[in-house]
C-alpha cells in the first residue's frame, strides 16, 4: 500500500486532547494515521501529497444503523391506498420492497448507497439488510459493494418469522463465521433480528443460543412504534427489555434501534447491561412516530448513538434533526446541541470500536486511516468552543471534497475515480424499474 500526506489542513483532531491544529498535516502511510500536526515541511515524503488549502480536515463519520436495502425506494408508491399507521407502512411498502429484491439487486442497492456515504463523509456503515426471495449469500452481495467503494462495514441478516420461522438465522451464523476466518478487518457482523413483535419464542430462542454460541452482538429493532410493545404484551406477557433480557440479548455490543417506548425500567436495564440504543430522528419524524427520547437515555447513562435508518446516506443532518427535535419538543432553545454533536462524533465511533479490531474514529497515529476534507474554510474562529457550531450550521451543508478510507482516496475532489459511476447509475436504473414493476 502507498502512503498520503495531506498538507494545510484545519485539523479537529477529536483525540483525547481534542486538539484543533491550524496549518495541520496529516502522514498516512498503509491503512493506519502515521502522524499528525504540524509536520515541517520537507521532513516527510509521500507516494502522493493533497493539499487541503486551509480546509476543514476530520476523521470519517460512522453511520450505526442503516438499511441500504432502501435505496430503491427513492420516489416509490405502493399500490392501494396510504399507510395510515406504521404496521401499514411496513407491510405495503418495506415488506413488499425487500420480497422484490433479487441478489443483484441486494448488490447494487448497497453500492449506490455506499457511493452517496462516502460522498457525504461516512466511512464505516453499520447495517441491517433484509432480502427474503434471495437470503443466502446476500450478505456477501452487500460486502461486494463496501470492498468495491472502498468502505468498513458491519452487517447482519433481519430475522423474522414474518415469510417462515426463523428466515435468516442461517445467513447470520454463515456470515459471523466468515468475517472471524477473514484475514483483514475491514467487515464486521452482529446477529440480525427485525424486532420481538416479527420473532416468536421459538424463533427468539434460536437467535439468542446462536449469537451466544458465535460470542455475537445482536442488532435489534425496539419499541419503534406501540404495536411492538403491544403485540409483546399480548403475546408473550412481557415487556420488550424483558423478553431480550431473559434471553441473554442485552450487552456491550448489542445494539438496540429506536427505543422510542420504553419504560425508565428498561433504560435502567440498557445501562446495567452496557448495551446501545441508536436514535434515527428523521425516519421516525417520517413514519408520523415518536422521535426517540434520546436526553432520556443520556440521562439514565445509555450509550446512544445515531443512524439514518436508511432514509439517507447522511449523518451530519440527523444530528441536526436530532437537537432540532429536541428543542422544539421541549420548546427549551438550550436543549441537545452539544449532545446531538457528541452522539455524531463520539458515540458513533465508540460504538464502533466495540464492533472492529482496527480504532477509528480520531486523528492520532495508529488510528485507521478514515479522513475526510469539507469544502469548507471556516470563516469565523474554529476552536473547541465554535465547533459543533461549525458542524450542525456549516459542515451539514458543505461538499466533501476528498474520502480517505482505510488508506485510500475514494471520494477525489467529489468524484469517485475507481467507479464507472455513469455506467453503475444506468444499472440501478433498469434494476429499478423491474423492482417497481415486480411490486403488486
Ligand atoms: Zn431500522
Given at each position: 500500500m502507498s502512503s498520503l500526506l495531506i498538507t494545510n489542513g484545519r485539523l479537529v483532531t477529536l483525540d483525547a486532547d481534542d486538539r484543533f491544529v491550524e496549518n495541520g498535516c496529516v502522514y498516512i502511510d498503509g491503512n493506519r494515521i502515521v502522524d499528525v500536526?504540524?509536520?515541517?515541511?520537507?521532513?516527510?515524503?509521500?507516494?502522493?501529497?493533497?493539499?487541503?488549502?486551509?480546509?476543514?480536515?476530520?476523521?470519517g463519520l460512522v453511520n450505526a444503523h442503516h438499511h441500504l436495502y432502501s435505496t430503491f425506494a427513492r420516489g416509490f408508491t405502493p399500490p392501494g391506498p396510504p399507510a395510515r399507521n406504521f404496521e401499514e407502512n411496513l407491510k405495503?411498502?418495506?415488506?413488499?420492497?425487500?420480497?422484490?429484491?433479487e441478489s443483484e439487486d441486494v448488490y447494487y442497492s448497497?453500492?449506490?448507497?455506499?457511493?452517496?456515504?462516502?460522498?457525504?463523509?461516512?466511512?464505516?456503515?453499520?447495517?441491517?439488510?433484509?432480502?427474503?426471495?434471495?437470503s443466502d449469500g446476500s450478505?456477501?452481495?452487500?460486502?461486494?459493494a463496501f470492498r468495491d467503494v472502498g468502505l468498513s462495514g458491519c452487517l447482519c441478516y433481519e430475522v423474522s418469522d414474518r415469510n417462515r420461522d426463523g428466515e435468516g438465522i442461517e445467513e447470520n451464523e454463515r456470515y459471523i463465521r466468515k468475517c472471524r476466518e477473514s484475514a483483514d478487518d475491514q467487515m464486521a457482523a452482529l446477529f440480525g433480528m427485525h424486532a420481538s413483535m416479527t420473532l416468536g419464542a421459538k424463533t427468539l430462542e434460536r437467535c439468542a443460543a446462536a449469537a451466544s454460541d458465535l460470542d455475537a452482538g445482536c442488532h435489534v429493532h425496539v419499541a419503534e412504534d406501540l404495536i411492538d410493545v403491544r403485540v409483546t404484551a399480548e403475546r408473550d406477557g412481557q415487556s420488550i427489555m424483558d423478553r431480550f433480557a431473559s434471553v441473554g440479548i442485552p450487552g456491550p455490543k448489542t445494539i438496540f434501534v429506536h427505543g422510542t417506548h420504553l419504560e425508565a425500567r428498561e433504560m435502567d436495564l440498557m445501562h446495567s447491561t452496557d448495551s446501545i440504543l441508536v436514535s434515527n430522528p428523521e425516519s421516525n419524524m417520517n413514519n408520523g412516530l415518536r422521535v426517540s427520547p434520546i436526553l432520556e437515555f443520556l440521562r439514565h447513562g445509555v450509550t446512544v448513538g445515531v443512524g439514518t435508518d436508511g432514509i439517507s446516506s447522511h449523518l451530519i443532518s440527523q444530528a441536526r434533526a436530532m437537537y432540532l427535535h429536541q428543542r422544539t419538543d421541549h420548546r427549551d432553545p438550550a436543549l441537545a446541541f452539544a449532545e446531538a454533536s457528541k452522539i455524531l462524533l463520539h458515540n458513533n465511533r465508540n460504538i464502533c470500536n466495540r464492533l472492529f479490531a482496527e480504532p477509528r474514529g480520531t486523528l492520532a497515529?495508529?488510528?485507521?486511516?478514515?479522513?475526510?476534507?469539507?469544502?469548507?474554510?471556516p470563516f469565523t474562529p474554529l476552536n473547541a468552543n465554535t465547533f459543533y457550531g461549525h458542524l450542525l450550521f456549516g459542515l451539514s451543508f458543505s461538499r466533501i471534497r476528498t474520502t480517505i478510507a482505510r488508506g485510500h482516496v475514494v471520494v477525489d475532489d467529489g468524484a469517485l475515480p475507481q467507479l464507472d459511476e455513469e455506467a453503475i447509475r444506468a444499472r440501478c436504473a433498469e434494476r429499478a424499474t423491474a423492482i417497481w414493476a415486480r411490486i403488486h
Open positions: 500536526g504540524e509536520i515541517a515541511p520537507g521532513s516527510c515524503s509521500a507516494d502522493r501529497t493533497i493539499d487541503a488549502g486551509g480546509r476543514l480536515v476530520m476523521p405495503n411498502l418495506w415488506w413488499k420492497l425487500d420480497s422484490a429484491l448497497a453500492l449506490l448507497a455506499l457511493m452517496d456515504a462516502a460522498r457525504a463523509g461516512c466511512t464505516t456503515v453499520i447495517d441491517h439488510h433484509a432480502s427474503p426471495s434471495c450478505l456477501d452481495q452487500v460486502e461486494r497515529p495508529g488510528q485507521l486511516a478514515d479522513v475526510i476534507i469539507h469544502d469548507y474554510i
